[in-house]
């Protein structure tokens, strides 16, 4: 198995198509689908309340870049979850998931924990972040809130090198930042713009009131004070066969 900053052995998952393999879905199936749809309450996925476009960037490689599409639900003021897909379109891939919680809570974890974090205040105020199809004027709340807080982003489908199903470990995901490596590529910033028809640099300028955080712990955005990322191996460990004696 390899490691989440390594490319997998060839299989034939990879391949230039978007979609994953696989044959198409039989009438018989989507009668299914539909019944269960119609009866079932699906109750947590009906908690998603917000559609977010961003950008993100692998920690351990951060010249590759990818377009986010996060669905967002909140359990409370304190903690939102979000499952992330590659667009907005019907057949996008699920390639994550992210938490997102409070400046509070965040001071709160463990100093290793933190480093697996990163801050939303640059994304936010450069206008990377958005609402797409909501105006500003009724995000922008939200958005003052939100660029207080902390995320942990998993991928765990990495489209972009061209995997057609999920292989490997996990990825872990940092935030833009307007540093160096953080940097969004302008050619991705407008290809997002061009499909909503929206104009980051226009959002933020319209951001400019949105007040910075006093503080941003430097234990998260790691790589920043660092150079150094984070990557996951997975090992070959012993099995428990037992369980505890309480």
Partial sequence: MSSS???????????????????????????VDKGASMLQALTPVKQISQHVCTFALYSHD??????THHYVSRLNQDFLQCPVYDSDDSNARLIGIEYIISDRF???LPQEEQKLWHSHAYEIKSGLWVNPRIPEMIGKPE????A???????CTWQVDRGDRLPLGAPALMMSPQGVNLGKIEPELVKKRDDKYS?????????????EEPEWINPQADYWKQHAKGFAIDIEKTEMKLRAPIP
């Fill in 5 to 31: 900053d390594k490319f997998p052995a060839p299989t034939p998952a990879k391949g230039a198509e978007a979609t994953p393999p696989g044959q198409p879905m039989s009438m018989g199936q989507h009668v």
């Fill in 148 to 154: 207080k807080t902390y995320g942990k982003f998993w």
């Fill in 143 to 146: 958005l003052e809130n939100l």
């Fill in 198 to 210: 929206i104009s980051t640099e226009a959002i933020m300028q319209s951001r400019v009131e949105i």
């Fill in 62 to 67: 951060m010249y590759r870049q990818i377009e």
């Fill in 106 to 108: 965040f001071e709160a």
